[in-house]
């Protein structure tokens, strides 16, 4: 059965740093690109960063982009992300979530087929 | 960015109803259009691929359609387990941007 299984989050003070980690497991976690989604509080989902399946290759939203840090390491199996100048607004539920292909003829469908439970960061003083 | 937006963002529904969901993308996104459900306190579980393509294991009372920009999310006959909220997610281009959520609720 494949899961993702997210650690690492809690309360952290504006400015502080935090890192979240997603082991994987019931699937060869190298062959799929990985991605970071995350949900504040009575909010909707906001897609925050993604990594290819080598670790080449990575993305993020404008509101985190040179604050945080996408990783993986796929002899662990584990996603990572390192959040630095923590602010209030990235207070939010944190879900790792695995991407799947399908390929039909020519076109490649990309979704996310399995998400982690989440885990909630709180960015307060 | 690829912005979705979804209508309504609300509704509330009766057991046996027929809902449809309505997303909208700010530019033409082919069929490269997914569809999600979150209940309260859960992850997000995958529904639709492709815009009409069913993930394994959900029931067929649940359809999707549309291309180009603008799509729907159907459920022919509401089931109380299907009381929840409903995102679309574009899958064309990075970042893979979600609509806002329609929220179901029973009436």
């Known amino acids: 059965e494949e899961q993702l299984l997210e650690s690492g989050g809690g309360l952290v003070q504006p400015g502080g740093s935090l890192r979240l980690s997603c082991a994987a497991s019931?699937?060869?976690?190298?062959?799929?690109?990985m991605n970071w989604v995350r949900q504040a509080p009575g909010k909707g989902l906001e897609w925050v960063s993604r990594i290819s399946e080598s670790g080449d290759k990575k993305y993020y939203a404008d509101s985190v982009e040179g604050r945080f840090t996408i990783s993986r390491d796929n002899s662990k199996d584990t996603l990572s992300l390192q959040m630095n100048s923590l602010r209030a607004e990235d207070t939010a539920v944190y879900y790792c979530?695995?991407?799947?292909?399908?390929?039909?003829?020519?076109?490649?469908?990309?979704?996310?087929?399995?998400w982690g439970h989440g885990n909630m960061v709180t960015v307060s003083s | 960015d690829i912005q979705m937006t979804q209508s309504p963002s609300s509704l509330s529904a009766s057991v046996g109803d027929r809902v449809t969901i309505t997303c909208r993308a700010s530019q033409s996104i082919n069929n490269y259009l997914n569809w999600y459900q979150q209940k309260p306190g859960k992850a997000p579980k995958f529904l639709i691929y492709?815009?009409?393509s069913l993930q394994s294991g959900v029931p067929s009372r649940f359809s999707g359609s549309g291309s180009g920009t603008d799509f729907t999310l159907t459920i022919s006959s509401l089931q109380p387990e299907d009381f929840a909220t409903y995102y679309c997610?574009?899958?064309?281009?990075?970042?893979?941007?979600f609509g806002q959520g329609t929220k179901l609720e029973i009436k």
């Open positions: 979530a695995k991407e799947s292909r399908w390929y039909y003829y020519d076109s490649t469908y990309h979704y996310f087929d399995y």
């Open positions: 997610q574009q899958s064309y281009s990075t970042p893979r941007t």
């Open positions: 019931g699937f060869t976690f190298s062959n799929y690109d």
């Open positions: 492709a815009a009409s």
